[in-house]
């Protein structure tokens, strides 16, 4: 099998040494410079992996992460996700060049951050007993119950427990947001894991901020009077804020990023910014009651902003509609035009 590169990351800077660095197979991580980034990689035999034992994948898993790890300190880190393989180093600098766009974006955003992983959890057999036991209408009804034992009212019972326990779980995640979101520049909520944790978040925190950042997850674990456990991890490399399309078409995701934006065919870089803080005004988590679908919906609004405003940054040109490419008509710096 032909020896091919793994790929671990893009840097933002390409004079980085990455020497003791060992990667998967025990080969020399080593960087491949495009433009003005480095992509980090290392030579491996494997072409794939989901043949691979659980043993071995966790094995190749954990060097993924350690490699990345140990980049942290290089201030300008795109991750990618565990399994990336190129046939050779032109097909690093061929992915690194498609990708170009999105790798200025996320570095505009990501770089001098890092990832803090906050999770919360309770008892939810404890919580829900303690709700039942102060809620006068679960009494009525299990009252009712006893007199007149039905499917029906252990429904009801059952309807209200749900939302006496979901209510004080969005209270409790409320308050710990609202004590940590100060300190960092952006959250991405994820799936929780188990019927115990109501809270499993990523925030995005500069690096110089991550003390006042642990104080305020000591504060939010104070303020809940020993019923929350919260569990800080990392740093970590912002996996959850780099979320690379790997197979897109540049010009097409410029274009979704206009749609997102509600920009007509032809924009300017100051309309971009102009329909960004309309937008940002209007979907920002802060102003109410917000879900994931919240957070979801203002980081795609972040993401199509930094897409649009690295694509403006990176190539001060205009662009003629209808060309289908890029022209080398230039504009002044920061004036570049969308055009479709």
Known sequence: ?????????????????????????????????????????????????????EGTLMSLVARHQEVNQSLLGAGS???FRFGMVASGKEEVRETVSRLYLQLKAALKRVTRHVELAVQARWDHAKVAVACASSDREVAALREEFARHPSQELQIRVGKRLFELVEERRREAVESILSRLKPAAAAVTLHRLLDADMILNGAFLVEQDREAEFDRAVEEAARTRDGDL????????????????????DPWELLDAARTTLALPEQASLADVREAFRRLASEHHPDRGDAGPEDYRRYQEIV????????YCESFVHRLVPGAGEETSTATAPGEALLSR
């Open 303 to 310: 993401g199509a902003y930094d897409l649009l405003t690295a």
């Open 229 to 248: 456990q919260v569990k800080r991890i990392g740093p970590l490399p912002p996996y959850s804020f780099c979320d690379l399309e790997l197979q897109a």
């Open 1 to 53: 099998m032909a020896e091919r590169h793994y790929i671990y990351a893009v840097l933002g800077v390409r004079g980085l040494p990455c020497s003791g660095l060992v990667g998967i197979d025990g080969a020399p991580v080593e960087l491949v410079p495009v433009k003005d980034l480095a992509a980090v990689v290392s030579r491996t035999w494997h072409d794939r992996f989901d043949g691979a034992d």
């Open 77 to 79: 880190l795109v991750p």
